[in-house]
């Protein structure tokens, strides 16, 4: 009895079941898990980008380093900047800023509120404070300002002109003083917003 190669192969070594097969199933590709990683690596940079931004916005930090805000802030006092604000809309009277003064690059910055706006007329007499022939009131408690400086006469702001004051009044170096001046949108790093810690 004659046998076929095949056979006798099968015989002595059996039929492997885990032997070559050139015609093995490829594997499916999951498309649901790939969907999957895709949106959550997706999110994850959503919300990375998203931290960054809010970061740059609003966590840039400057410290009162003087005692010209007070009482509203104290000398070494952590303040958080929104320098998105005026990218939005105009400084207004009131306003409290950080900005480089004399565009100093060199210099810190310095916290003032502002008092005066782009065309208006400055005038101090008898500690008071005049905005175009107007007394400017107050929204907090202020000491009479003994020293008026270059606004003992009236100054008129030209355009892109800020005047900013320290809150303690007589304690402060500010636009009354040639070192400071008037202070220009492009000096003004932003608007405070918060003193940190909270």
Same mark, same amino acid.
């Given at each position: 009895m004659?046998?076929?190669?095949?056979e006798?192969?099968?015989k002595k070594f059996?039929?492997r079941k885990?032997g070559?097969?050139?015609?093995?199933?490829?594997?499916?590709?999951?498309?649901?898990?790939?969907?999957?990683?895709?949106?959550?690596?997706?999110?994850?940079?959503?919300?990375?980008?998203?931290?960054?931004?809010i970061?740059l916005?609003?966590?840039?930090?400057v410290e009162?380093?003087?005692?010209?805000?007070?009482?509203?802030y104290?000398?070494?006092?952590? /303040?958080?900047? %929104?320098t998105v604000?005026?990218?939005l &809309?105009?400084?207004?009277?009131g306003?409290?800023? @950080?900005?480089?003064?004399?565009?100093n690059?060199?210099?810190s910055?310095s916290?003032?509120r502002?008092?005066?706006?782009?065309?208006?007329?400055?005038y101090?007499?008898?500690?008071?404070?005049y905005?175009?022939?107007?007394?400017?009131?107050?929204?907090?408690?202020?000491e009479?300002?003994?020293?008026?400086?270059?606004?003992?006469?009236?100054?008129e702001?030209?355009e892109?002109q800020?005047?900013? /004051?320290?809150d %303690?009044?007589n304690?402060s170096?500010d &636009?009354?003083?040639?070192s400071?001046?008037f202070? @220009?949108s492009?000096?003004i790093?932003?608007?405070?917003?918060?003193?940190?810690?909270?």
């Amino acid at each position: 009895m004659f046998f076929s190669i095949k056979e006798i192969f099968n015989k002595k070594f059996g039929k492997r079941k885990d032997g070559l097969n050139f015609r093995r199933r490829r594997r499916k590709f999951d498309f649901d898990k790939a969907k999957y990683v895709g949106i959550f690596a997706l999110q994850l940079a959503a919300v990375i980008l998203l931290a960054y931004g809010i970061v740059l916005a609003f966590g840039k930090q400057v410290e009162c380093s003087n005692a010209s805000m007070e009482p509203t802030y104290q000398t070494s006092d952590k /303040l958080l900047i %929104n320098t998105v604000a005026y990218k939005l &809309s105009k400084p207004s009277t009131g306003d409290v800023i @950080a900005f480089k003064p004399k565009s100093n690059v060199n210099a810190s910055y310095s916290v003032k509120r502002i008092i005066g706006l782009p065309g208006d007329t400055i005038y101090i007499n008898n500690g008071r404070i005049y905005i175009n022939d107007e007394l400017y009131k107050e929204n907090l408690e202020v000491e009479r300002i003994e020293n008026p400086g270059i606004a003992a006469s009236p100054v008129e702001l030209m355009e892109d002109q800020y005047f900013v /004051l320290g809150d %303690n009044r007589n304690s402060s170096e500010d &636009s009354r003083y040639e070192s400071v001046g008037f202070v @220009a949108s492009e000096d003004i790093l932003g608007k405070v917003w918060m003193r940190y810690p909270f």
